[in-house]
DNA sequence: GAGTGGTCTAGACCACCCC
DNA sequence: GGGTGGTCTAGACCACTCT
């Protein structure tokens, strides 16, 4: 692991161990730099990434400053994971409903970017949070990529998997959200009503290198699902009108 | 504006001008750096900026490559701007509903840290795509910052006031959202039936020095609203166990 | 004015991809 | 092995805050 990487875990140890509280002033960055014997750069590096992750705040002429403790019993839209890094004080189930091969559907294979005869693992699974049902997930793997599930696999955490099993390496995703009403059949799976309320994340994963490799669907427990999200101003509004 | 922000503009500006599409090479870094006179860590610090922005993507050993446009019509989640910045092309209006000063609430002073006997603006208004209802809005101002608004600013977009009129910076925000069923009130403003399904955000805006300054609840009527996301691995998944 | 973060440089060296 | 991005350094200079 690189060197900021590691320092920016220092840095989070840091605020853990002190208590820092929201608002809270860290070391500044020559001290830092001092510490932990690397150059401005290196520190601003950890720093950022920090900042990027919700982490700390960096106010020019002033300071850098502990952002607070995340609620907790949310999940993070940000990460590229599934619900089981997220909620690690919860108890996450899952039961498997369909586990098989075939091929894509058009819109899946326009999502995965293959052609129609590829191979896909498709599964559907209920996910519980302490007993009680979250989600009802539907998911379509690339078979060319992720060559290998079985059942046991599939019944706990399938990106955990990916990563440390396969040693693939993710990247990034495209998530798209909308509410709308449960149907029957769906509505059964989760133990609510047809018509209640539900979540819909369409969610395209990427290895590093830009290949989608999954595709998948959610729909979400309204009674259950309580979403966190974290953004800054990277200069982000920045447009070239 | 610094160096790396102009250039990341220019990038994006190529990239249009050259009709790239998904996946396409973006020129490698020595030739920005050429191209723009500056140095490689500069040129690298527009390209992850872009990286965060969702515009590219990068893969070690290989190049820089266009991640492909955004789809049209989906509010993104990420930026601290309202809807007016994310729906260009779509007739964003808004109806006030209520606009008055007062004091918060117990929840509304926790979550601006301020005392209960603090000034505020409270706007709740209903926003229109189109001529339909796609939001109903109630928003809370610290006054002791945002000093001054009046019924047509809080007509338009108030956000574009806030750091064009009154050159606020504004810095990072939390927001919570959970799916739930529309109250009769909510309803009747949305234009829809009770119990139907919302999506309920809840935002905390901060300026760069880390001051929240609004609260605002916003419910979504299910038939208008979508969301997009886009996320990566700055090797985000590290955490000290 | 002193303190503190932000930008930028030039260059060394490393890690990964692809032929 | 050649191409390309990623990390890191040491130091200069700038911009903002605070008192």
């Known amino acids: 692991m690189s060197k900021f990487q590691q320092i920016a875990i220092e840095i989070e140890k840091y605020i853990k161990e002190n208590s ?13 730099k001092a510490k932990f014997g690397v150059s401005k750069s290196t520190i601003l590096k950890s720093l950022d990434m920090l900042e990027r992750k919700g982490v700390v705040y960096q106010v020019r002429g002033s300071g850098t400053f502990f952002r607070g403790q995340k609620p907790r019993g949310f999940v993070s839209l940000l990460s ?23 091929k894509p559907t058009q819109e ?3 999502h995965l970017n293959i052609g129609m005869d590829n191979e896909l693992y498709c599964v559907k699974r209920i996910r519980y949070l302490n007993e009680e049902a979250l989600s009802l997930e539907e998911s379509f793997f690339n078979k060319s990529i992720v060559m290998y599930l079985n059942n046991e696999i599939v019944t706990g955490s399938i ?8 040693g693939l390496k993710l990247g990034f995703s495209d998530r798209y959200l909308h509410v709308d009403k449960l ?31 999954v ?27």
Chains 1, 2 share one sequence.
Do not use: M, W
């Not at 009674?223 to 920045?238: A, P, Y």
């Open 20 to 32: 820092l509280q929201k608002g809270e002033k860290l070391p500044i960055i020559d001290e830092l």
């Open 215 to 241: 595709f998948s669907k959610i729909n979400y427990s309204y009674k259950q699902s309580k979403f966190f999200l974290q953004t800054h101003n990277d200069s982000f509004e920045v447009t070239h009108a």
């Open 183 to 213: 149907s029957a059949e769906e509505a059964n799976y989760l133990g609510l009503e047809q018509g209640e309320p539900k979540l819909k994340v369409e969610t395209i994963y990427h290895l590093k290198n830009g290949q989608p490799f």
């Open 80 to 102: 590229n994971q599934g619900l089981t890094n997220n909620l690690n004080d919860y108890k996450i189930t899952s039961e498997v409903i369909k586990f098989c091969t075939s």
């Open 108 to 110: 899946v294979a326009h």
């Open 159 to 166: 990106f955990r998997y990916i990563k440390n099993g396969l």
